[in-house]
């Protein structure tokens, strides 16, 4: 293990100018992860009830901080989600240095544990300077938290650079390097029921959300379980349903194509159909989460708006709400950026054939299209079971408070969020300009 690190420390520091992006975003991944649980150690190191002058109130009582670091600690989801993207894209950008390990006799195991390491080094900065950003804030407030909350940050500092290795390491559980070269996924062969398993994922998820009114009220210490239950049944059929639709319609769509932008996209969800799983996975998370929160906002807002006890503690109300809001778009951001590397790093390791296509004659434009197609063909099934989840959430939500109305606006985040994610993987296309560009053919 210590030849590994040092082989990893090696690699690291003599990276090439093309993986300073790889770097970049990996720093900037841990922290925000360690941003993120620094707050939250700070605020649950807070004894019992005080009196902090922010927030209208919202930190003044421990059950109250308790919901503020459950959303911190959520938050870290979607980021090492993304650290997860960055650790792909970078071992199968440096996979001539894999295949030369390997040459040399290193295992296929042991080439993955090198790639996890090296992916670990650049998040020691950020969690450094994370650290250092929130001393400052600290200073500037005049808050001197306990000392066991101190001890609490330096295991955050330390836990984020590993935490960071251990998803390299479970993303990079399918790539093998072999000593010609050769970078590819392995896995097993699933998603043959994907119509079937969207049907009954879509069912059991309404049949959760039809539950939850008649099993608890809303002040019931059982009702956040079965939310957080819905929302990760939910979230786990989408991710399933992105991969098996994938696959199904590559199959489908691979000997009936008529276009040439949908033949390749077909031809490779056939070959990789759990890419889009993978990719995809944390932003159907909060994609479930998305609608729920829209949903249950307008109820929220509307029995606030016409209760006459609440008129008092209103900012207060308003100032919880728009806190978890801020927390969901900086979810989805995070989520976003982690799709644009996710379709980055597929241009990336496809290069050769690209370029092989762009030789034979087929235009820029058709491989663009059948980039973006690569994404919104598997996403749309997604989003809309995650969009069922979410509406059976605020749904259950509105028959427990016995709401008068139930909001549709809800129903547009799913579409909202398909349009930010083909944008998001738009923004990626300009590599296809240096993957297609002739030099590749010499590594044929």
Known sequence: MKADVRIAWILARGSERREGWRIVLTTLGALAATGFALGAVAIAAVPGQVSIPYAHGLLNQPGQRAGVVLTLVLLLVPVLGF?????????????RRMAAMRLTGASPAQVRRIAAVESAFPSLPGSVAAFAAFAVLLAVTGHAPHPAAWAGFAVVVLAVPVAAALVSVFALRHVVASPLDQVRRTGPDRGRR????????????????????FSTGVRSAA?????????????????????????????????????????IAAGRLAHDPWAAARTHAALLLVTVVGVGFVGVRAVLLADLHESD??????????????????AVLVALAISLCGLAVGTAE?????????????????????????????????????????G?????????????????????????????????????AATSLPLLRRVTHPAELRFT
């Open 83 to 95: 650290l997860g993207q960055c650790a792909r894209i970078g071992a199968v950008h440096r996979h």
């Open 309 to 326: 006890n609440a008129a008092g503690d209103l900012a207060f109300y308003t100032t919880g709400i728009d806190l978890a809001g801020s």
């Open 194 to 213: 994907a119509v079937f398993g969207f049907l009954l994922a879509g069912v059991l998820i309404s049949a959760a959300g039809l539950f939850v009114p």
């Open 346 to 386: 597929s241009l990336a390791t496809r290069r050769r054939g690209l370029a092989v296509q762009a030789a034979a004659g087929v235009p820029r434009t058709v491989l663009a299209r059948a980039a973006l197609l690569e994404t919104a063909l598997p996403l749309a099934p997604a989003l809309l079971l995650a």
């Open 223 to 263: 009702f956040p379980a079965l939310v957080l239950a819905l929302v990760f049944l939910t979230g786990a059929g989408a991710i399933w349903v992105a991969g098996a639709s994938a696959a199904f319609l590559g199959r489908r769509l691979t000997p009936r194509a008529q276009h040439p932008a949908v033949l």
């Open 388 to 424: 069922v989840g979410g509406t059976a959430l605020y749904l259950a939500y509105a028959g427990l408070v016995g709401a008068g109305s139930v909001p549709l606006l809800p129903l547009l985040v799913p579409v909202a969020v398909y349009a930010a994610c083909l944008l998001a």
